[in-house]
């Protein structure tokens, strides 16, 4: 079934919240609390080990009915159902959109083009853990007879992000195995990598579902012939695997057939760390951590399917983002963990997230006129605390934000965790409450404050508050709810993209600069400099000559 297509603006439901914000676009939330006692009980979702408060934003439940209507008339429950069957939902590229059946569960069945693709998945799943069993307990050995000590990941994008995010986060759970990330074409990053390895106990794990990625193929001959200076031809069927689609490039490169872990065209770059490019997590945690990590994903993916709209996290959290960016006219969004160990959770969700939405052209080929795709951007608290948060509280944005925090730490330092969790509810509070001139003038009378000073001072110590957050507890950072957790956001992902009318699975706009960047590159290489615009021309000749 192909997906419906219809102007959001032109719902019956957007009208009404349009109507409904000039109501609510002065409320105050800590007024809606002293109003109704049962406002967080009607404002939370409890979910497994998760914890969803929702209640501090600017919405009464009324709010939620209308954002729930506009889900129903833009036919998300039709789109949901259509998007976990496999039909072919990326219509600009012609295929289905399933990371969902990598972790499905091996009695599920799922069709592509008729054939249920369950079987061949768990296939890759049991190359994938015999393999990582083979390093981990050294049945596989470097050229040399060494056992494995280090594993490079080459790839970018959805072929790095992903693993790069859950191999920091799950620290913890972590093997013996050091393991590094190469992506960016620039050659510094990767001489920084290639200095701290020993080839002899080095594998090589090149990521690409095209295996014609400029950054990953230029970094793998670099290593490639760093490797050789000291191995045999012969012995990179030992050192390097590939995961890829593209069986004959990767041939191509010289690695062993055998050493290919098969992905497919059905699985976007941005949500494919569920398929063989989670190798690496793999390799970094054990094959039964990285199993959990797929188990938790398909309980959220369970949630998010059978859940009322009003009770489904995932649909909960677009509907909010959709209420302040297209009503508020918010432009983007903070993420906050309170675990230093999500540190790379943003970038990770800003792919996902902005090359998913960050489309300006509707499913009917017509441009958009209003807003799409929210800037993702955060880091963990508490030091984000000591960053950006004067903004969040007193700048002149309204930037809504997700709270990430868990009831138990990992080392069981309590002391230190009551301090960080101290911070995650003070924020949150201090956020929607601020703080009124009254309460700055009590302050200042405490302090015994000469009145023409305190006057002065007065404007720039008071908060105004009334700014939104979600607040995520979750009871601990485990593979399993981090796969909840990363599914949760792939679902309000795809929410999104379902009522902004706008196809999120494909990702045209970063092909130009790829284009463009391949003629400037045979400009350099000729030096010469060919027709550009005045500033390009200029620039480049500048770099030419001083090179
Ligand atoms: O930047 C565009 C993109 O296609 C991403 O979607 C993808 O994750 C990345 O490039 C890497 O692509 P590949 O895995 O094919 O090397």
Redesign the pocket.
């Known amino acids: 079934m192909a997906l419906q297509t219809n102007n959001p603006t032109t719902t019956q439901s957007w009208s009404k919240l349009q109507e409904h914000y000039q109501q609510m676009k002065n409320s105050s939330i800590q007024e809606m609390f002293a109003a109704d006692n049962t406002r967080v009980d009607k404002l939370n979702i409890q979910w497994n080990d998760f914890l969803v408060d929702y209640s501090k934003n600017i919405i009464t439940p009324e709010t939620m009915t209308l954002l729930v209507d506009l889900a129903n008339e833009m036919g998300l429950k039709a789109a949901i159902n259509d998007y976990f069957e496999g039909a072919l939902i990326n219509k600009t590229e012609g295929r289905a959109v399933l990371h969902t059946a990598l972790r499905a569960k091996d009695s599920a069945v799922v069709n592509v083009n008729g054939e249920n693709v369950i079987p061949e998945i768990y296939e890759v799943r049991n190359k994938i853990k015999n393999f990582t069993n083979e390093i981990e307990n050294g049945a596989r050995k470097g050229y040399t007879g060494k056992v494995f000590t280090d594993v490079v990941n080459i790839?970018?994008?959805?072929?790095?992000?992903g693993p790069a995010m859950a191999v920091e986060a799950l620290q913890y759970y972590k093997n013996n195995l050091s393991v590094h990330f190469v992506s960016n074409v620039d050659g510094d990053h990767v001489n920084e990598i290639i200095k701290k390895l020993n080839p002899e106990t080095t594998l090589f794990v090149i990521?690409?579902?095209?295996?014609?990625?400029q950054?990953?193929l230029t970094n793998s001959e670099t290593i490639k012939k760093w490797f050789l200076e000291s191995a045999s031809q012969d012995d990179i069927a030992k050192h390097f695997v590939a995961v890829?689609?593209?069986i004959e490039k990767v041939s191509a490169f010289g690695i062993d057939p055998e050493n290919v872990f098969p992905m497919w065209d059905w699985v976007?770059?941005?949500f494919?760390l569920w398929s063989a490019?989670g190798l690496t997590i793999s390799l970094a945690v054990g094959y039964d951590n990285f199993d959990q990590l797929l188990a938790g994903a398909n309980e959220m993916d369970e949630h998010f399917k059978s859940a009322e709209f009003d009770d489904n996290i995932p649909v909960i959290l677009a509907l909010l983002s959709i209420w302040y960016n297209n009503f508020f006219g918010a432009e983007s969004e903070a993420l906050i963990p309170y675990t230093q160990y999500l540190q790379k959770l943003a970038p990770y969700l800003q792919?996902g997230t902005m090359?998913s939405n960050g489309k300006y052209v509707g499913r009917d080929g017509e441009k958009v006129n209003y807003q799409t795709g929210t800037i993702i951007w955060g880091e963990p608290g508490t030091n984000s605390q000591h960053a950006f948060f004067q903004l969040i509280h007193q700048g002149t944005k309204l930037i809504p934000c997700d709270f990430i925090g868990y009831v138990k730490p990992l080392y069981g330092d309590k002391e230190h965790h009551d301090k960080l969790m101290s911070n995650f509810f003070a924020q949150t509070e201090a956020l929607m409450q601020g703080k009124s001139q009254q309460q700055v003038q009590a302050e200042f009378d405490k302090q015994g404050l000469e009145k023409s000073e305190a006057a002065s001072l007065l404007p720039f110590k008071v908060f105004e508050g009334n700014k939104p957050t979600n607040t995520l507890l979750i009871d601990k950072l485990t593979p399993k709810s981090l796969g909840s957790l990363i599914a949760l956001y792939e679902h309000k992902i795809f929410v999104q993209g379902i009522i902004w009318n706008i196809f999120s699975f494909d990702?045209w706009g970063?092909?130009l600069g790829?284009q463009l960047a391949n003629k400037v590159l045979a400009e350099i290489n000729e030096n010469k400099v060919a027709t550009h615009d005045a500033s390009t021309s200029f620039l480049l000749n500048y770099y030419l000559k001083n090179k």
């Open positions: 790839g970018i994008g959805g072929s790095d992000l990521v690409s579902k095209t295996f014609t990625t950054e990953t890829s689609t593209n976007g770059g941005r494919s490019v792919q090359e990702q970063v092909e790829k």
